[in-house]
């Protein structure tokens, strides 16, 4: 019995810290993401992104952008891209051995021709098969790779070996970009000096329903069925709080993989993307981070808060939990491969703070959540505590949770509000009402799903079925 | 986020399993006990409100002599009484009291509950209002014969082995207000446990929910107001816009006429008092200046003195918050406030980089190459995206020599080197080759690259030759930077040297190599072409990217 107590109370007390240092962080995410997004958009008030465009001396930039099977939209995708108005630009997209006509659709719009170009092997990869420019000069920054299919990060690593540029930034093709948005991801690479800014990244949002035209975005519209709807608030909540505030902090450990910019030459003494995780965008960015902090050499990983990149959500339950699957495996892959860092002092606030933060809070929060609701729910019944009890705690959980999307919402609607109706608000914080017992439990029960397919060791991307944007014409 | 919530609850769980502290009686059925281990500290006072009986009635029972100070006994036999104890069976058994056990027939089994006195319990519908009412007469009386020792010492000592509530099974019904009262009593008594903050709980929940609806009135009153100074503003704009139009086309040079022109609609001239109105007419008044020339655009600025707008511009420059600070600035070199270019200097090596380089563009309009004299005293390092903004603003003028070039690359500050080596290099300032040369000796190696990019435009004889020497000791993109100029300023004397290149290790340097061989030497096709033959891979690929380029 004593063991018992001791056991018991050690589990108590270790939980009670926990949480309470869990409670801290979030205060203290919400505190510092405020800073920093004020600090932001004063800043912003001085800033004319437009000089970039067009100056000469402007960070030369590649933009890489693999493509597995997009033949029904990769036309206008790449129209989007070489729309973007920069001078030291190129675009390369990697045809990742995909099974459609892809490649044949991009060959015939963008009179592309085969050609002889020498490609440096600094990170391997899988084989090329040919490289495509285009005769036509309107064309001239369009690069294009096919290749052997390898993944996501092996395509990005032909691209990155291909790429001439200084800096790299990793696009989903499928996205669409706001007109400003690299102009926007390339100034904080610029703004220091005594520290080399590493990678730089920026918010995504959700744009199912929104309204494109010709690979641009028209109009704003929040989606209108739920699970995109309540994805929507999810990355509200998470793009512009957390990761704000772990900006703030220098302790950013993930630049999304639908759009950020890296420092080429220090990708490449990284070793480029690692092909054997589903978590490519993380383990980079730590891999990166890792290197500079063991070499003690000063860095920043940037991120601005401002909407550059929005993707099409998963509209099924399906497709999302085979995407919260792979989220999970992945984010078990990078730590596992980085577990020298956990609370090791010679990695700084990254080895201290960033690194056990995601360890107990984003990777072990599926599995402790599951055990505390399933056991807590299983005493009542049983009646070791009573009903009243456990509703109260359940009252309590829903408000919190409520409160914090509520927050993000203001946060939202203070910075850069892109629902401009008040109905789209509504709708917003109706979600937020019914995201803790519709929406919550699936993703979490896909994430343990990705826990058990990691012990599995299943590699296996998933299929990302996606279906396409609204095309409509806007009324004048 | 609710993980934190859930393992808040699971938190619970564990608590309410850690509470396995068991009583264990003694004695006879007409007498029972319970063996107290005595913690230090504990007096008979403390021990006898944890127990809710008089501390004198345990010395006595211990055949001891009662005393306020520290015990010596090491364990004290604590007496039940109807006071202090509820037989099993007994209709007062409430939640919340703690069972006590007796052994008999070698079993261990519940005889009746501890009642620690801190509360009566509500007697179920079927006890008799007598037993109550002896109950209650019984425990006034002990209370007030013992009202100092119940008053008296710390109860801390009790954490040690603190008795833990456990949801008696046997449970009638029970007052809400006997449930709270005995949470608080155990809360006190020593570990923290969960399950008696339900009131805390399900307030803090009430709380929560109250304050998140605070957030949503504020969400739409934010909106509210927005959307009514959009309209404001759209409404004022129009006359502001008019009012800006007139004084741009105004060829008046009377001052009287002038005066007339830029008299205020009456509309503005209302709420011209508000800081608001005021900012929006600088405002309009900046946009229209950016994309206007001569007499217009001094028109402008003498509407911004006329309306005394340029003392809410002195007002921002004198403030402490830096983004007024630099507001104020920005305000002032737009309306060609140049008297203001002392205060301004000052500002140029801010400790705030946005007030330093909002100061430093506002010199450099007032100006131009002059104004870089700010470089001299700079110690704050120039952002890149500074250096291309203060380009472009250079970019725009007439003079294309920067002052004092030579010491500013000898500056200590090497962002002001890098700087300037950028400025040589677009305005192709030729005089300063060999002050350039001698950068490519700079410990700096991001110095370096920059002077070797600036060669590429400010190249002479000598230059290829200078750069062939620096090559071995560089690091590689600066080589690669080197063998990118050499594909410029090179010449057939560089052609060894280059084809020697062809067989360094990384491939950026080979493809680098053969490119600028073939822009030096008349035969690097055909050199390229024997290495390709003899080494294959790389080199064949390399043959195939130059023939490429030079069909393209």
Redesign the interface.
Known sequence: ?IW??II??I??YG??L??LS??II?VLIGIFSIIETVRHL??N??TDFR??AS?????SVSIIAPAYNEGATIIENVRSLLSIYYSNLEVIIINDGSTDDCLEKLVDVYELKK????????IPTRPIRGIYKSTNPVYKKLVVIDKVNGGKADALNTGINMACNDYIVSIDVDCILEQDALLKIV?PL?????KRVIASGGVVRIANSCIIEDGSLVKVVLPKKYLPRVQALEYI?AFLLGRMAWSKLNGLLLISGAFGAFDK?LVIKCGGYNPNTVGEDMELVVRMRRYMEERKEPYLVKYIPDPLCWTEAPTSFKILARQRNRWMRGMIETLRAHKTMFFNPRYGLIGMISYPYWFF?EML??V??T???L??LI?AIV????W??FF??L??????????S??A??ME??SYHQYKK?TE?LKL?LVALTE?FVF?PFVVWSSLQGFVDYLKKKKSWGTMTREGFKKVIVPN | ??????????????????Q?QKFIAGGSSTDLYINHKVASKETYSSIGNRYNISPQKIAYYNNLEFHNGKLLAKYLKVPLSSQNFVRMGDTRIVEGLTPVFKKANGKMGIIGYLNRGLMQPKISEDASREDLSSSIKDSVREKTTNADSIAGPSRDSVTMVAPQPV?AKKVTAVSKEFRIDNNKANRKRGF?RP?EY?KE??S???T??V??FC??G???F??SVKKKAFLSRQRLKTHVVKLISTAIINEDEDQAAQDETFELPRMLMKQFQSKDVRQLVIDELIVAKKSLRGKAALNLVQLYTYLGLLKDSLEKLKSEKW?IK??GI?ELAMMDQSKMMLPIFRQTNSKNE?VR??AQSAIVHFGGFKGLRFLHILTY?????Q???L??QLSLLSEKELPDANKLLQSKNH?VVIFTL?IIS?FHNLALHDDVIQCLHHVNPDVRYHAIKCLTNIYDDTTALTLQDVYTTEVI?NRIAILQTLKVVGSTEQADFLYLQLFEDD??IK?AAASALIECCPDALELIGEVSSQKGY?YT??L??I??GLTV
């Open positions: 019995m018992f107590d018991s109370g589990i108590s939980i009670f926990y949480s869990l409670v979030y004063r800043a008030s001085f000089l970039l100056s000469p001396l402007a960070p050609v002889d170009e020498f490609i440096r092997h600094a100034k610029m703004d220091e000096n005594s909540r030459d809070f929060a599926p402790v959540e055990f505390g609701l056991s807590f005493m009646g070791l505590v009573e009243h009890f109260s705690i009252f309590f959980i829903v408000a919190f949770g409520f409160l914090f509520t927050f919402i203001l609607v203070m008040r608000i914080l803790p919550h | 986020m609710r993980i934190l919530l859930t393992i808040i609850t699971c938190f619970f769980l564990a608590a309410a399993f850690g396995k949801v923290f399950k339900v709980f399900f803090s929940a009430v929560l929910t304050i998140t957030l949503i504020l969400i739409y934010y909106l983004y630099a507001k920005q946005f380089m909002e390092p120039i952002s890149d995206w250096q291309i903004k380009i472009e962002s950028k677009v993109r491939d950026s493809l790389p690929n390399i195939h990217h023939k490429e």
